[in-house]
T-cell receptor, first 110, second 114 residues
Framework: QQPVQSPQAVILREGEDAVINCSSS?????VHWYRQKHGEAPVFLMI?????EQKGHEKISASFNEKKQQSSLYLTASQLSYSGTYFC???????????FGKGTHLIIQP | NAGVTQTPKFRVLKTGQSMTLLCAQD?????MYWYRQDPGMGLRLIHY???????AKGEVPDGYNVSRLKKQNFLLGLESAAPSQTSVYFC?????????????FGPGTRLTVT
C-alpha cells in the first residue's frame, strides 16, 4: 500500500521550520526520504530503520515511530535550497524496491 | 564515476511503436530498478532486478519487459507503446548500506506517446 504523506504542500519563509509526515497502514521495515527538484532526479537524503532517529546533512533530520508506523522529516531553519518535492519511500525488508508516497511540495520564499 | 546514466533523455513515439530504454551504472551495485513518475502519483515501480540474469515484476509491469544480461546494465522495453505510457522513467541502482537499500537514481527519460 502506498504511504500517505502530509501535508501535500508547504510554503515557508527562509529560516522557518517544517515537518513532513509519512504514514503507512502496513508494518514497515524502514523508511527512505528523497528530495526532488523540478526536472531532476530524486536525491537520497536518509534511511530510518524502525525505532531509529537520524541526523542528515544540512539541518534535516528524521524520526520513525514504530507504534504509529509513521516517519517524520524535520527541516530546521529552512534555506532556499530546501525547496523541492519530498518523497518518502517504504521498504518491507528486502531489495524489491520502494513504495513511494505522492510527495510534499515545499516552497521556501526569501 | 558517472553513477547511474540513462539513454535517451527524451523520446517521442507513435502509438504501437516499440523502443528500449538503457540504464547503466558504474557503482557495482547488485540491485537495479525501473520506476515511472506521473504528475500527482509519485514514483511507481515497474520492474526490478536483484542480480545479473534475474528480473521481477513491480507494481505496474503491464506493457513493459526488462532484461539484465550484464550486472551494470538494465534495459526497459516497450513492445507496443500506448499514450498511457507517456511518463518520466527513472532507473535506480542500490546496495545494502547496513541500514537498508539506498537507491541512487539516474537523470530520467521523458517519453511522450502520441
Amino acid at each position: 500500500q502506498q504511504p500517505v504523506q502530509s501535508p501535500q504542500a508547504v510554503i515557508l519563509r527562509e529560516g522557518e521550520d517544517a515537518v513532513i509526515n509519512c504514514s503507512s497502514s502496513k508494518a514497515l521495515y524502514s523508511v527512505h526520504w528523497y528530495r526532488q527538484k523540478h526536472g531532476e532526479a530524486p536525491v537520497f537524503l536518509m534511511i530510518l530503520l524502525k525505532g531509529g532517529e537520524q541526523k542528515g546533512h544540512e539541518k534535516i533530520s528524521a524520526s520513525f515511530n514504530e507504534k504509529k508506523q509513521q516517519s517524520s522529516l524535520y527541516l530546521t531553519a529552512s534555506q532556499l535550497s530546501y525547496s523541492g518535492t519530498y518523497f518518502c519511500g517504504t521498504e518491507w525488508g528486502g531489495a524489491d524496491g520502494l513504495t513511494f508516497g505522492k510527495g510534499t511540495h515545499l516552497i521556501i520564499q526569501p | 564515476n558517472a553513477g547511474v546514466t540513462q539513454t535517451p533523455k527524451f523520446r517521442v513515439l507513435k502509438t504501437g511503436q516499440s523502443m528500449t530504454l538503457l540504464c547503466a551504472q558504474d557503482m557495482n551495485h547488485e540491485y537495479m530498478y525501473w520506476y515511472r513518475q506521473d504528475p500527482g502519483m509519485g514514483l511507481r515501480l515497474i520492474h526490478y532486478s536483484v542480480g545479473e540474469g534475474t528480473t521481477a515484476k513491480g507494481e505496474v509491469p503491464d506493457g513493459y519487459n526488462v532484461s539484465r544480461l550484464k550486472k551494470q546494465n538494465f534495459l526497459l522495453g516497450l513492445e507496443s507503446a500506448a499514450p498511457s505510457q507517456t511518463s518520466v522513467y527513472f532507473c535506480a541502482s542500490s546496495y545494502f548500506s547496513g541500514r537498508g537499500y539506498e537507491q541512487y537514481f539516474g537523470p530520467g527519460t521523458r517519453l511522450t506517446v502520441t
